[in-house]
């Protein structure tokens, strides 16, 4: 599975979008975008993810570039209820065995 | 439907004893997996299983074992547990395919002492 990197920490204010980065250079042609975010000490919440396409559901969207290289989670009104930590993942399902290593993520401020 | 759930949520083990978590699932999910997670820190694969009688080792497996007897059922076991054990356990499931999401059960915090 590729390797992510996403900025340790970002800070927004209430009713504005926050718009959390992810770089994944080395993607490969079958891998997906996943976005996940954990709230204080709860079980990790499965957000959006995308192939190629921009995607939007009910809580964000999703911005993946034309290269794929990186992509944006966009929330689009913020709320105190959205400080967690958000993980971004790239991963495929390889039949026999998909697997997903979760990092540090980035911790998301929202402040009133 | 009760989605991921996790039993017990919360345990105190002596160094040396030995417990099994359990994780249900009733989605009829495929794949299975078990991460941990300490302080500050993001998930660590434990083990995982692509199917019922499957499983295979992730990131870090020593002192885990797991089982996978029915297809809804996922088990840790720790055999003779240690203080470095002490951390929270997510179990989580997707289906099969790429185009899913996992979910997460919400945690077994476990403390050796």
């Known amino acids: ?112 | 439907n009760a989605g991921v759930t996790q039993t017990p949520k919360f345990r105190v083990l002596k160094t040396g004893q030995s417990m099994t978590l359990l994780c249900a699932q009733d989605m009829n999910h495929e794949y299975m997996y078990w991460y941990r997670q300490d302080p500050g820190m993001g998930l660590r694969l434990i083990h995982y299983s692509v199917g019922e009688g499957t499983t295979a080792k992730g990131e870090v497996p020593d002192g885990y074992n797991v089982s996978r007897l029915k297809k809804q059922n996922f088990l840790l076991g720790l055999e003779s547990a240690a203080p470095s054990q002490t951390s929270v356990y997510f179990c989580a499931s997707r289906p099969q395919g790429a185009n899913y999401g996992y979910t997460f059960g919400s945690g077994t915090r476990l403390t050796v002492v």
């Open chain 1, 1 to 112: 599975d590729a390797k992510t990197t996403q900025p340790p920490s970002m800070d927004c204010a209430e009713g504005r979008a926050a718009n959390l980065p992810c770089n994944h250079s080395t993607i490969s042609g079958n891998e997906y975008v996943y976005w996940y975010r954990q709230i204080h000490s709860q079980g990790p919440q499965y957000i959006i993810h995308g192939l190629k396409n921009n995607e939007t559901n009910e809580m964000a969207s999703l911005i993946i570039t034309e290269d794929r290289k990186s992509s944006t989670l966009i929330l689009p009104h913020a709320t105190l209820r959205d400080t967690a930590v958000y993980y971004c993942i790239v991963s495929a399902d390889r039949g026999g065995g998909f697997k997903t290593i979760f990092g540090a993520g980035t911790r998301l401020f929202v402040k009133a």
